[in-house]
């Protein structure tokens, strides 16, 4: 059974900083590309960053220069790293993984930026 398990979400006030992350189980992890989405209120699912088998990164634009994707295949783990967060970046932030025509879910981690 696969899983994907974000954690590291919360309260933060703006200009602060969180670390998600999300362990994955059940996927041979470094087959897989990477990634974190996110959902506001209203809004659909966007990509905010994206991390290759080979560790190529890409960025939504509005998160370049504030947040860093990385990835731990040992620990079968996706990190995202955001600094300056904003309010516009709440929302709900969801793990994926990809590789071929799989591709797999978390359940999401709340991010709220607000004073």
């Known amino acids: 059974q696969v899983q994907l398990v974000e954690s590291g979400g919360g309260l933060v006030q703006p200009g602060g900083s969180l670390r998600l992350s999300c362990v994955a189980s059940?996927?041979?992890?470094?087959?897989?590309?990477m990634g974190w989405y996110r959902q506001a209120p209203g809004n659909q699912r966007e990509l905010v960053a994206r991390?290759?088998?080979?560790?190529?990164?890409n960025y939504e634009d509005s998160v370049k220069g504030r947040f860093t994707i990385s990835r731990d295949n040992a620990e079968n783990t996706v990190y995202l790293q955001m600094n300056s967060l904003k309010p516009e970046d709440t929302a709900v932030y969801f793990c994926?993984?990809?590789?071929?025509?799989?591709?797999?879910w978390g359940r999401g981690t709340q991010v709220t930026v607000s004073s």
């Open positions: 994926y993984a990809a590789y071929s025509s799989r591709q797999y």
């Open positions: 059940g996927i041979i992890f470094r087959f897989y590309a």
């Open positions: 991390i290759t088998t080979s560790g190529s990164t």
